[in-house]
């Protein structure tokens, strides 16, 4: 009852941890959600950009060749009209103009005559005369289908209440349509004539980039289409506009904006062939059907002008080939949409993450933490399918943060109870070593007589004058479970080994005793390898094992005439490769579980070692000896204690002096053991 009691608390320990995690993640998400989302949203564009092949719209920029050959931005109005004509001429469904004329012509005659008092009184009376060229283009513009642009201010312009709106916006408009009091208009020549007017309005997102168009806005309390929205509803012969709940309406065509009347954009890399420069389509020779019925749209791409933006695709791209982008999304079909129940569908994935990761990691249930796997494997893929598939954007980010946060808090959780429980079993074994005091003659007796059974460290010394080996062992109390053994098969062949028996105290030296007397044997019946040798002794241990103990080992068969090595290791410590040069490497080994826990097919390991070099084994009472602040002796000691030692002996006494002085007088947690094979060729 006590366990299941101190089960059921470990558990809810982790369960905090994950929902602590969960509840970071949440907060992270709620806050930060869009902006983490839209680099992804950003690649994904520019991984597959829209296919603008076939587009209807053609743009028609009046970029540095127009500028080389008219002269600089603004453009006398008589320019102005006759790019309109030309393009007129052409039969294009609607021509817009992405760009404002709040201001007369700037050579009107009436300016001119003012420049040159030296004219004389009837030659500047003919000069004043002359029409003004800005009603000239303004029956330019009232022989053809143009649209002129308009910009929603906070301040300055005109009252917008006297402007015409052209199209009827009927609907409930979008709730957070943005707003502005007054308006700047073209001069009156020029708005009075035009076919329709379209906003020019539109901010980019708050990291700069350009990723939606507004269709409409209020302006003086009335609502107005955009440039884009106004061009599609003259090109679809449309005489209104309606608006619906995150949609606007174009006759049969209906299109999904936010809460702000924004169309959110798929773009693509707009063809080179649908772009003209102005100067061209001044030049005799353009092609009389170059914008049959086309919309065109007309606007600044000079260097030096301020209709230049940040879009997904490009850092800097020309305004009006953004509007010329949203104007074909509008007509073809090419936007992306973010479905409303995308948000709650996101969040209801993270949380089931969250849940399964909290029901099953805490019970170590791994095959079960597939399922969390698989779903966040799946998440990110699917999400992309969407994009690809039907130009929805759904955000793999706040499932995959909800559910690893929550991850990574039950797994800080399950490391702060691994450690909890470390702790208990260390306290548990000190009241261990307190009751079994009491015994400490009797225990200081089998000292005696354990450590009698291993080979002296004398008669290690005298084995063969082609090795330098030995060895020693302390064990944590007065017996313990470590052993080694080095042993004569033949006239060339010296077998070794060091093991640690689980457990400490009578059992574990019982066990030792055992463990090292089928060693031996084992190893003299002369098996043909040490992977057979591990089996028949891995199998005579197991069949006299009636306490369910079990041995690590590491066994090795010497060739002293060559120096060829044989290795075995049953979930023993690696050993250490001490080369000529002085330098130390673990010996990484392959090996098998401990003895006495599984058949396993234990494999022979081949080493070599050169003249002078030394293979040292150690069992974990080295690694993880501890001083009285609770910290590991480590790899890093055990190394210093080996540099410059030059024999067995020195090797040995060396890493056993390096381990008490660090542990300062604290009772060793585990037995000692410590063997060096020096082969000296």
Same mark, same amino acid.
């Given at each position: 009852?006590?366990?299941?009691?101190?089960?059921?608390?470990?558990?809810?320990?982790?369960?905090?941890?994950?929902?602590?995690?969960?509840?970071?993640?949440?907060?992270?998400?709620?806050?930060?959600?869009?902006?983490?989302? +839209?680099?992804?949203?950003?690649?994904?564009?520019?991984?597959?950009?829209?296919?603008?092949?076939?587009?209807?719209?053609?743009?028609?920029?009046? /970029?540095?060749?127009?500028?080389?050959?008219?002269?600089?931005?603004?453009?006398?109005?008589?320019?102005?009209?006759?790019?309109?004509? &030309?393009?007129?001429?052409?039969?294009?469904?609607?021509?817009?103009?992405? !760009?404002?004329?709040?201001?007369?012509?700037?050579?009107?005659?009436?300016?001119?005559?003012?420049?040159?008092?030296?004219?004389?009184?009837?030659?500047?009376? &003919?000069?004043?005369?002359?029409?003004?060229?800005?009603?000239?283009?303004?029956?330019?513009?009232?022989?053809?289908?143009?649209?002129?642009? +308009?910009?929603?201010?906070?301040?300055?312009?005109?009252?917008?209440?006297?402007?015409?709106? /052209?199209?009827?916006?009927?609907?409930?408009?979008?709730?957070?349509?943005?707003?502005?009091?007054?308006?700047?208009?073209?001069?009156? /020549?020029?708005?009075?004539?035009?076919?329709?007017?379209?906003?020019?309005?539109?901010?980019?997102?708050?990291?700069?980039?350009?990723?939606?168009?507004?269709?409409?806005?209020?302006?003086?309390?009335?609502?107005?289409?955009? @440039?884009?929205?106004?061009?599609?509803?003259?090109?679809?012969?449309?005489?209104?506009?309606?608006?619906?709940?995150?949609?606007?309406?174009?006759?049969?065509?209906?299109?999904?904006?936010?809460?702000?009347?924004?169309?959110?954009?798929?773009?693509?890399?707009?063809?080179?062939?649908?772009?003209?420069?102005?100067?061209?389509?001044?030049?005799?020779?353009?092609?009389?059907?170059?914008?049959?019925?086309?919309?065109?749209?007309?606007?600044?791409?000079?260097?030096?002008?301020?209709?230049?933006?940040?879009?997904?695709?490009?850092?800097?791209?020309?305004?009006?080939?953004?509007?010329?982008?949203?104007?074909?999304?509008?007509?073809?079909?090419?936007?992306?949409?973010?479905?409303?129940?995308?948000?709650?569908?996101?969040?209801?994935?993270?949380?089931?993450?969250?849940?399964?990761?909290?029901?099953?990691?805490?019970?170590?249930?791994?095959?079960?933490?597939?399922?969390?796997?698989?779903?966040?494997?799946?998440?990110?893929?699917?999400?992309?399918?969407?994009?690809?598939?039907?130009?929805?954007?759904?955000?793999?980010?706040?499932?995959?943060?909800?559910?690893?946060?929550?991850?990574?808090?039950?797994?800080?959780?399950?490391?702060?109870?691994?450690?909890?429980?470390?702790?208990?079993? +260390?306290?548990?074994?000190?009241?261990?070593?307190?009751?079994?005091?009491?015994?400490?003659?009797?225990?200081?007796?089998?000292?005696?007589?354990?450590?009698?059974?291993?080979?002296?460290?004398? *008669?290690?010394?005298?084995?063969?004058?082609?090795?330098?080996?030995?060895?020693?062992?302390?064990?944590?109390?007065?017996?313990?479970? *470590?052993?080694?053994?080095?042993?004569?098969?033949?006239?060339?062949?010296?077998?070794?080994?060091?093991?640690?028996?689980?457990?400490?105290?009578?059992?574990?030296?019982?066990?030792?005793?055992?463990?090292?007397?089928?060693?031996?044997?084992?190893?003299?019946?002369?098996?043909?390898?040490?992977?057979?040798?591990?089996?028949?002794?891995?199998?005579?241990?197991?069949? *006299?094992? =009636?306490?369910? !103990?079990?041995?690590?080992?590491?066994?090795?068969?010497?060739?002293?005439?060559?120096?060829?090595?044989?290795? !075995?290791?049953?979930?023993?410590? *690696?050993?250490?490769?001490?080369?000529? /040069?002085?330098?130390?490497?673990?010996?990484? @080994?392959?090996?098998?579980?401990?003895?006495?826990?599984?058949?396993?097919?234990?494999?022979? &390991?081949?080493?070599?070692?050169?003249?002078?070099?030394?293979?040292?084994?150690?069992?974990?009472?080295?690694?993880?000896?501890?001083?009285?602040?609770?910290?590991?002796?480590?790899?890093? +000691?055990?190394?210093?204690? @080996?540099?410059?030692?030059? =024999?067995?002996?020195?090797?040995?006494? =060396?890493?056993?002096?390096?381990?008490?002085?660090?542990?300062?007088?604290?009772?060793?947690?585990?037995?000692?053991?410590?063997?060096?094979?020096?082969?000296?060729?």
């Amino acid at each position: 009852m006590t366990a299941l009691k101190s089960a059921f608390k470990r558990h809810h320990r982790i369960w905090l941890a994950g929902v602590a995690g969960l509840l970071l993640a949440s907060l992270l998400s709620a806050w930060g959600g869009e902006a983490m989302r +839209r680099p992804l949203f950003d690649l994904w564009q520019r991984t597959a950009p829209r296919d603008m092949s076939g587009t209807k719209v053609h743009v028609v920029l009046i /970029d540095g060749d127009g500028l080389a050959a008219v002269g600089p931005w603004p453009w006398p109005r008589y320019h102005m009209a006759r790019l309109t004509e &030309e393009i007129a001429a052409r039969h294009p469904k609607a021509i817009g103009f992405d !760009m404002l004329f709040p201001e007369p012509d700037r050579v009107r005659p009436d300016i001119f005559a003012a420049l040159y008092p030296e004219l004389s009184l009837a030659a500047a009376a &003919e000069v004043q005369a002359l029409p003004p060229m800005d009603r000239l283009w303004g029956q330019v513009i009232g022989r053809a289908p143009v649209v002129l642009g +308009r910009a929603g201010v906070a301040a300055g312009g005109s009252d917008p209440g006297q402007l015409f709106v /052209d199209a009827e916006v009927k609907g409930a408009l979008p709730p957070a349509l943005p707003a502005e009091p007054r308006v700047i208009a073209n001069i009156p /020549d020029l708005e009075q004539a035009a076919l329709g007017h379209g906003l020019l309005n539109g901010r980019p997102d708050s990291d700069g980039v350009v990723r939606r168009v507004p269709t409409l806005m209020k302006v003086g309390g009335r609502p107005m289409p955009g @440039l884009s929205l106004e061009l599609a509803r003259i090109g679809l012969d449309a005489t209104a506009i309606t608006a619906g709940p995150g949609s606007i309406a174009i006759g049969e065509r209906r299109v999904p904006v936010d809460d702000e009347g924004r169309l959110l954009l798929h773009f693509g890399h707009f063809p080179p062939e649908a772009i003209s420069s102005a100067a061209d389509v001044l030049r005799q020779g353009f092609p009389a059907d170059a914008f049959a019925g086309q919309i065109v749209l007309v606007g600044l791409a000079a260097e030096g002008t301020a209709d230049i933006v940040a879009t997904p695709l490009a850092a800097e791209y020309y305004g009006p080939l953004v509007q010329a982008q949203a104007l074909d999304a509008i007509l073809r079909g090419g936007w992306l949409e973010r479905p409303r129940w995308a948000a709650p569908a996101e969040w209801s994935l993270g949380l089931l993450l969250a849940l399964l990761v909290l029901l099953l990691a805490p019970g170590r249930r791994r095959l079960w933490l597939l399922a969390p796997a698989m779903i966040a494997v799946t998440v990110p893929a699917g999400a992309w399918f969407a994009f690809a598939g039907l130009s929805w954007l759904i955000d793999p980010l706040r499932p995959l943060l909800l559910g690893g946060v929550t991850a990574a808090g039950v797994a800080g959780g399950m490391f702060v109870e691994a450690r909890r429980e470390r702790e208990r079993l +260390r306290e548990t074994l000190v009241r261990e070593r307190i009751a079994a005091a009491a015994t400490e003659g009797e225990l200081q007796a089998a000292r005696t007589i354990q450590l009698g059974m291993l080979p002296p460290r004398a *008669d290690l010394a005298r084995i063969d004058p082609r090795i330098d080996v030995d060895a020693l062992l302390e064990p944590a109390r007065s017996i313990g479970g *470590d052993l080694y053994d080095v042993i004569r098969l033949d006239a060339d062949r010296i077998a070794f080994l060091v093991g640690d028996v689980t457990g400490k105290g009578v059992p574990a030296a019982l066990f030792m005793a055992l463990s090292k007397a089928l060693a031996k044997s084992v190893v003299l019946r002369g098996t043909p390898s040490l992977a057979d040798a591990a089996f028949i002794l891995n199998e005579e241990l197991m069949r *006299d094992n =009636s306490e369910s !103990m079990n041995v690590t080992m590491l066994v090795g068969i010497l060739d002293a005439s060559t120096g060829d090595l044989v290795l !075995m290791s049953a979930g023993h410590e *690696d050993p250490l490769h001490v080369r000529t /040069d002085g330098t130390i490497a673990i010996h990484k @080994l392959d090996g098998g579980p401990p003895f006495c826990i599984v058949d396993f097919p234990y494999p022979d &390991e081949p080493m070599k070692l050169a003249p002078g070099e030394t293979l040292v084994l150690i069992s974990d009472g080295v690694s993880e000896a501890l001083n009285g602040a609770d910290a590991l002796f480590g790899h890093e +000691r055990l190394l210093a204690a @080996l540099e410059g030692r030059n =024999s067995a002996t020195a090797m040995i006494e =060396s890493v056993r002096d390096a381990v008490r002085a660090f542990e300062d007088g604290t009772d060793p947690t585990d037995d000692l053991t410590v063997m060096a094979v020096r082969y000296l060729g």
